[in-house]
């Protein structure tokens, strides 16, 4: 007696549609803020302010509002494959470097959170804000320049791994905004 035979087409239980409009805005790039979240704290909708302010006044997010830099988009981590295929993609290792122009009072802040391994990131663009899934690492320098038109600013990577890339949501009003810890805007 045969038995029917499914080969399933990838290893991907469904790919949704592709999305395409040519009339689409355009997001432009720096990461200009960044947040670190903590790892237990979830979001029901990150698009909503309320949530947000909620973490804050928490002290489950740390907002470090007009950054600038740089995210690399992820470097591949690849296996070998199987069959004909040459190379399995199994996840990405990612850099996002950052400055943070509050120097004077926030060495105690960085000291701190460099030994953490306790907080996920999220950091914004123009609109958008980009979740990560897992925890992160932070590395945070100090370096100081031979140039008396230089300013002295943290720059500061942050490293993950994971399999998937960061997930963009519409970013709520104000959070590139200084807060305080009652979640208002200072």
Same mark, same amino acid.
């Given at each position: 007696m045969a038995y029917p035979v499914y080969y399933p087409a990838g290893c991907a239980a469904e790919i949704g549609d592709h999305y395409c409009n040519d009339c689409e805005d355009f997001e432009s790039g720096r990461v200009s803020l960044v947040a670190f979240i903590s790892s237990d704290f979830a979001f029901n909708d990150p698009t909503n302010r309320n949530e947000w302010v909620a973490g804050i006044q928490a002290k489950q997010i740390i907002i470090i509002p007009k950054t !600038?830099?740089? =995210?690399?988009?992820? !470097?591949?981590?690849?296996?070998?494959?199987y069959g004909r295929q040459a190379t399995q993609l199994t996840g990405y290792n990612f850099v996002l470097t950052y400055n943070d122009p509050n120097y004077k009072f926030n060495a105690d802040f960085y000291n701190a959170i460099k030994r953490s391994s306790n907080y996920k990131l999220a950091f914004g663009t123009e609109t958008l804000i980009h979740l990560t899934e897992t925890t992160v690492s932070i590395v945070p320098k100090n370096p100081v320049v031979d140039d008396v038109t230089s300013r002295v600013v943290w720059v500061v990577a942050v490293k993950w791994a994971d #399999? #998937?890339?960061?997930?963009? /949501?519409?970013?709520?009003?104000? %959070? #590139? %905004?200084? =807060? #305080? /810890?009652t979640g208002a805007i200072t």
């Open positions: !600038s830099g740089a =995210f690399d988009g992820g !470097s591949e981590v690849e296996t070998p494959g #399999d #998937d890339l960061p997930v963009p /949501y519409t970013m709520p009003a104000g %959070l #590139d %905004l200084c =807060f #305080d /810890y």
